[in-house]
């Protein structure tokens, strides 16, 4: 009955206890997603958005219509959280989540950051202090990218780091949880890239810490690119796809798994066969891959050998990686470096230096190493400074700038095809 605006019930007090219990367990009214963000997948853009396990998923506004997104995963064992997903139209021209403009992407991006290796090392044998905005600046770096205003993210993996508890006693770390769970991924990546993932459209490259037996469930329900496989699953190996970026076009490839220091057969004909799909993937025109381990680059030399180089895809892509191929973007080494070679092979750029704990050895001056047989003939690096990399449009080409945590230039590169100039000025001015 309606009395004075208000309608009373008469529900006994058992109902409304089970009905208590049944609103606990079943999804409600959709609420304002904890993350929202744009990503490429292998099947195309699509919005994706985290929200509490007793929330459902939210409507996605696309060009003033609406439409619902699907759980990608639904809450489970350390993942209290729903995990939503819709495809956006590569022709949409505005979208929105909960009443907040979500960031589609340019047809012709100018303007590309580059950042890996970005979450907080706690591990049996290294601990890095994760409450220090300077010694894990990727909060404050993420702050200062979208300051950049770039048009596309592409973060070259590795988001998972805190595997092990914090020492007692320790408090650079102390409170900070560990495992593949969902506070780890929160504190790691979601929380401090909140700048980016509202202010930019993303392209993720799966890194060896988002392998099935380390991050992989929380990469899996995330923000892995391929379709999600079950509700506590994770994907093993994905097959490359490509993106066009109005030239060139990048295509993710997975190398989570390649080992590096002994190539492995099985693996060497697994990814023969990825680097020959590349072509028909992206037969013509300028191309990129985005890889997590580098093929030819160098973190540090230990009892003579080099550990940063990959043997695995290097036997498998040293005849089959296709000549319009190229850069090779990637992470995996806690350093910055770009190298171009003797050889006729593509440049390869390191932009691993995005918060974990650096690799203050890696060689300063790749000028003249030889890698794996491959020697290197013009190069830069920046060894011991955390930052990022941003890849600009200029006439013939582009160009490549690492900055470091405080957005200042420390070295400047200029690619054209596979031809790579660097200007060794910036590298004088800040050493």
């Not at 993420?142 to 988001?159: N, Q, T």
């Not at 540090?300 to 695995?312: A, F, P, R």
């Not at 794996?372 to 690096?381: F, I, N």
């Not at 006439?395 to 900055?403: F, S």
Request: charged share 20%; aromatic share 8%.
């Amino acid at each position: 009955m309606l009395w004075g605006g208000m309608l009373q019930l008469s529900i006994p007090v058992r109902a409304v206890a089970a009905l208590g219990v049944l609103a606990a367990a079943t999804p409600g009214l959709a609420k304002a997603p904890l993350y929202q963000w744009v990503q490429y997948t292998s099947t195309g853009l699509e919005a994706r958005a985290i929200v509490e396990p007793e929330s459902l998923c939210p409507a996605l506004v696309i060009d003033n219509k609406q439409t619902g997104m699907t759980a990608r995963s639904e809450p489970g064992p350390n993942y209290p959280i729903r995990v939503c997903f819709a495809s956006v139209p590569l022709s949409a021209k505005i979208a929105s989540l909960a009443g907040k403009a979500l960031p589609l992407p340019k047809p012709h991006p100018e303007r590309i950051l580059l950042v890996g290796d970005t979450g907080c090392r706690i591990s049996s044998g290294a601990v890095q202090d994760c409450n220090d905005r300077e010694a894990w600046p990727f909060a404050k770096g993420s702050a200062l990218e979208a300051g950049l205003k770039p048009d596309l993210v592409i973060h070259l993996g590795d988001f998972d780091y805190r595997e092990a508890p914090c020492p007692l006693n320790n408090l650079g770390c102390v409170g900070s949880p560990f495992g593949d769970k969902w506070p780890v991924w929160r504190q790691d990546f979601f929380e401090p890239a909140r700048p980016l993932l509202e202010s930019t459209p993303f392209i993720f490259v799966r890194g060896n810490h988002e392998e099935c037996d380390r991050g992989g469930k929380g990469w899996s329900r995330t923000l892995d690119p391929y379709p999600s496989v079950s509700a506590d699953g994770c994907l093993s190996l994905g097959e490359p796809f490509a993106i066009d970026l109005g030239g060139p076009k990048l295509v993710v490839m997975d190398v989570a798994s390649a080992p590096e220091l002994r190539a492995s057969p099985r693996l060497v004909d697994v990814y023969r066969k990825q680097f020959r799909n590349v072509a028909r993937l992206a037969p013509s025109g300028p191309v990129w891959l985005a890889l997590h381990r580098p093929i030819w680059a160098s973190g540090v030399y230990i009892l003579g050998l080099n550990i940063g180089d990959n043997k695995t895809l290097a036997e498998a892509g040293r005849n089959d990686i296709p000549a319009n191929v190229d850069a090779l973007l990637s992470g995996h080494i806690h350093t910055f470096q770009i190298m171009s070679y003797k050889e006729d092979l593509p440049i390869q750029i390191v932009s691993g230096n995005g918060g974990d704990e650096l690799h203050t050895s890696a060689p300063s001056d790749p000028v003249g190493m030889v890698i794996d047989g491959v020697t290197v003939t013009v190069g830069s690096a920046a060894p011991g400074i955390f930052g990022f990399a941003m890849l600009d449009r200029e006439p013939g080409g582009w160009r490549v700038t690492n900055y470091d945590m405080n957005a200042q230039p420390r070295n400047i590169c200029h690619m054209n095809g596979r031809k790579l100039i660097c200007d060794l000025r910036v590298e004088a001015k800040t050493k």
